[in-house]
């Protein structure tokens, strides 16, 4: 059979999607399988080549799964609230809202024209108020139980964009949007206290099952250590400084201090201070830095010494300078350290520029060169109580004599900080909280939800990070919910993360209006059992969405504590030349063209078999073509179809069969289609080929190529379409060959091969080996003297 990609897809595609082919049922008795892929931002320029490798994954393990008895849920929806469209809104003078409605649409048609197997009758758009509803409403319970509070602090703030960032969108001292350097703003901000979850999130990562890299990157982000928080006197005051510190046992070392430049000493010590001007001045300078600057880039250490002011080592009674110094952050620990120049190399770098002492505490390097860090095992010196102790009983024993004296106790903390939770832009959902001059804030009530995004004329954002919102009068002022008196409301709105924080809940139930989705149904069809997305949003998204999970089910609105069982990430594909595709560097793939003209079936299997699907891989033009030949290949096999029995491929075919199901469960696609080629290539060498057989065939790859299978299923004489089908089971005894093939020779020579069953005698062999057609000649007339086998590799035949 020959096929017309553009007519068989376009009839299929009509043939699913209008008889709902993909429709998840709640409450069915089949067993459910609830596969996630990360749902898209609709920008304008329409699906990427990276959307359909994202989405290819789960796609074949949904179809997959239908054929295997599963009631699958595959959904899709759009995250459509976001900065490029309200930027594009503002440059074309055209509202948000109609900008996403004719993106959400672009997309709606390319996930068809590619065969995707949503079920998009469930599609969710965050940015709809029957979506954003359930968005404030998780919002109101996080402020009800105090998760959701406003406190001021230095942000991360794109004068660009005008809005503040977290640290995750300003990596690298970055605005993640438009790339301007980002500077440090004071400001009263929404925060999420996702650092109350901190624990839970680390130990539900026990039960996800994931590759160990993005287990790790998220242990990382949470960033747990334990040690101890020890108290330092500072000198004729009655002030208190606590440290965190991991090494305690390196107490004895500990020869000055340093505080972050925001911590709140100075401004109590101010008049003892004598050098304050110079803080100062420092303080302004540290401000202008971004964390990742004070962190990551600082090689040249700087800072201050407090003249005025010292502190007292617990352990000696030693009296110690205090800095303030940049390296130092306000916002882990206690934002003040003991330094140890000898252990750490921060404070060597440090103590060596601003000339302190330093003590070796731990023997085994040499601290006259640098600072000696590998100190897990050494051996304590110069450390009076524990002066000959491990480093191990050194620990316990410090810590003892801390406790003891009440001057220190075990501590642990987190890399990870609260959420801050808002931008300062239009196109988001409205943060349902009043200001009351007398009650405070105050939440909208739950039934008055939601608080719908006002109308406006402006979508600018306000000078100084304001909202737009806080420049519509009708929308600021309003009543008191408690109390009647008028009172304000909030202007800044959630950022995007909040509505892909719960998304995948909403599919469980997208159109309920009483909650966020019913109990039941989310009891059905949670866990997410595979959840493919993103390698870069292992961290924030999965760990958000992981947050909001868990709190949902501390208030019993969820039934499972961790959302998803399992989770993959996809890697990039990049351009022709290896670089990251681009508009700017042109070397942008659009999927749209490649499916015109070679039809979307290629495309799937292509962006399939580039390389292996966690990996990042180029783009190559010609493997598009040579998917499309396969396909070719594929339909051409119908013309050689017979009813009678083929045994010449059936090893071939079985063990296909069994490695393309692994395959696909292991996320190794691009091996699983390798083998379909191959086995393809192996009837098409038949002069005929079992219907049957090839019905088979056209099961495994109906998961990548749908259309092209489904066509000539029907041809076949089938009159359900391929959902209903069943995956082929393959035949173990098949899996290994039944023949082999083994060499004869004569005296030593090869001369010709001939095929043996497994189970023949050796008396058959060799009468066989006597047959064969070059042996003949090469014995007749002559005597032999000797006849050797060699089981399943040779017969050699000795003559004169
Ligand atoms: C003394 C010491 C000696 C330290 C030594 C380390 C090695 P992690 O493991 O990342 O938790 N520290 C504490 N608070 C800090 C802050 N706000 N800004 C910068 N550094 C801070 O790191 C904890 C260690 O980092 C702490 O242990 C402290 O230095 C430093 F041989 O105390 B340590
Ligand atoms: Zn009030």
New binding site residues.
Partial sequence: MEYNHKSVEAKWQKHWYEKKRFRAIDFDSKPKCYNLVEFPYPSGVGMHVGHIRAYASLEIVSRKRRMEGYNVLFPIGFDAFGLPTENYAIKTNTHPREVTDTNIKTFLNQLQQTGFSFDFDRTVDTTDKDYYRWTQWIFVQLFKKGLAFRDKTYVNYCPSCKVVLSNEDSQGGKCDRCGTPVVQKEKDVWFLKITEYAEKLLQGLNDLETLPRIKIEQENWI?K?T?AHVDFTVKDTDEVMQ?????PD?LF??TFMVI?PEHDILKRQEVRIKNMDEVKAYQVEARKKTEFER?ELAKDKTGVRLDGLTAINPVNDQEIPIFVAD??????????????PA??S??YEFATKFGCEIIEVISGGDITKEAY?D?NEGTLVNSGIIDGLSVKDAKVKILEFLEEKEIGKKAT?Y?MKDWAFNRQRYWGEPIPIIHCEDCGMVHIPENELPLILPEVENFEPGEDGQSPLANIPEFVNTTCPKCGKPAKRETDTMPQWAGSSWYFLRYADPKNEEVLADFDKLKYWLQVDWYNGGMEHVTRHVIYSRFWHHFLYDIGAVPTKEPYKKRTAQGLILGEDGDKMSKSKGNVVNPIEIIEEFGADTLRLYILFIGDYEQATPWNPNGVKGSRRFLDKLARLEDKLSDKPNDNYQTELHKTIKSVGEDIENVKFNTAIAKLMSLVNVLGKETYVNKEDYEKVLKIVYPFAPHICEEIWEKLGHKEDMVFASWPEYDESKLVSSTIEIVVSINGKVRDKIVISVDMAKDEILALAKKAEKIIPQIEGKQIFKEIYVPNKLVNLVVK
Avoid: E, W
């Fill in positions: 960033g250590s040690g440290v965190y510190t991991t090494r390196t070392g500990a972050a962190v390296y130092v952050m306000i916002g882990y620990g206690t934002g003040a350290i003991m330094a140890v252990h750490d921060r404070d860090t100190t903390n890399k």
